[in-house]
């Protein structure tokens, strides 16, 4: 039998194992059932895509909000935080 080392985030594996662990799994169970359906499908058992982007004016209405709530902080007990009013009002 072939062992495969691989490398992932300290705080993904946490997560990857706690997940898994409640399912009664372990990650070399998920990687092989993985494998399985790799081969199953003969590709990916998911689509893989790119994030849909924003339409360029929308981005453009968000930098310009984030600029003006920038522009006008307001102080509290914790710190400095948007002035979303100050941006409704504009």
């Given at each position: ?18 997940i898994l ?17 790799i081969v ?7 689509p893989l ?42």
């Open positions: 039998m072939a062992q495969i080392s691989i490398r992932m985030d300290d705080a993904l594996r946490k997560q990857t194992d706690l662990s409640e399912l009664g799994l372990n990650i070399s169970s998920a990687v092989n059932i993985f494998a399985r359906q199953r499908s003969r590709g990916m058992p998911f895509t790119l994030a849909e982007r924003q339409p360029a004016d929308r981005q453009e209405a968000v930098s310009k909000l984030f600029a003006m709530a920038d522009a006008n902080p307001v102080k509290t007990p914790s710190g400095y935080k948007f002035n979303r009013d100050y941006c409704y009002d504009e």
